[in-house]
């Protein structure tokens, strides 16, 4: 079975400093892999993905993401944060099969403090 | 980019009472559609896949009888829970995958309340 796992709950950190969401997956299958950003009472909106090709992925808010395949890891990376990087993290897999099922990690809680 | 929309956003209804809840795709056709369910502070589960013109496939513990789907065409969905409980309060978000991108779009989201 295919699971998603997101090894922190909830990351507090300071304005302007770097910050890591770590997200490790297994799957028996190939899969796509996606973070996710969801901000307060909000839908989900895609922040990067990995289909092929390059392993580092960025997005265009300055968060990048790489796959490492040995590692079974796709974490989400940014230099320095704003107070309004301050949201739910979702990393997810989608099973590279038949219906590409996407499995979704239990979130990271961002909090970024002045 | 693709926009998949939700209707209503926010709805509330009596114990007992079936709530439908539509997804619809706007800008482009969607072979496959899902149907998400989470609580508060918590992840997203998936409650079941929806292929157009084909039964639903459900995931293991949701109930089909009460969780009723239906794909009637490349860009609608519609959830409808059947003799609502409180239990069933949550946030119910679809989405969409693309036909030819494969890429998946999430809706803003549905927040059922059952008194």
């Known amino acids: 079975a295919q699971s998603v796992t997101q090894l922190d709950s909830q990351v507090p950190v300071f304005e302007e400093a770097p910050v890591e969401l770590r997200c490790n997956y297994s799957?028996?299958?190939?899969?796509?892999l996606f973070w996710y950003v969801q901000y307060p009472n909000q839908g989900l909106q895609l922040l990067l993905k990995?289909?092929?090709?390059?392993?580092l992925v960025e997005s265009i808010n300055g968060f990048e993401a790489e796959f490492n395949k040995s590692q079974t890891s796709f974490h989400l990376r940014k230099p320095s944060v704003h107070i309004s990087d301050t949201a739910e993290y979702f990393c997810?897999?989608?099973?590279?099969?038949?219906?590409?099922?996407?499995?979704f990690g239990a979130g990271t809680r961002l909090f970024v403090k002045a | 980019g693709a926009v998949v929309s939700q209707h209503p956003s926010w709805v509330i209804c009596k114990s007992g009472t079936s709530v439908k809840i539509e997804c619809r795709s706007l800008?482009?056709?969607?072979?496959?559609m899902f149907w998400y369910r989470q609580f508060p502070k918590q992840s997203l589960m998936l409650m079941a896949t929806?292929?157009?013109?084909?039964?639903?496939?459900?995931e293991q513990g949701v109930e089909k009888d009460k969780f009723l789907i239906n794909h009637a065409s490349l860009t609608l969905s519609t959830l409808t829970v059947t003799s609502a409980h409180p239990e069933d309060s949550s946030f119910y978000i679809c989405?969409?995958?693309?036909?030819?991108?494969?890429?998946?779009?999430f809706g803003p989201g549905t927040r059922l309340t059952v008194t």
């Open positions: 800008d482009f056709q969607a072979t496959t």
């Open positions: 990995y289909l092929s090709g390059s392993t």
């Open positions: 929806s292929n157009e013109g084909s039964k639903a496939t459900y």
């Open positions: 799957s028996s299958v190939s899969v796509y």
């Open positions: 997810a897999v989608s099973l590279n099969t038949g219906g590409f099922k996407t499995i």
């Open positions: 989405s969409a995958r693309d036909r030819v991108y494969y890429e998946q779009y």
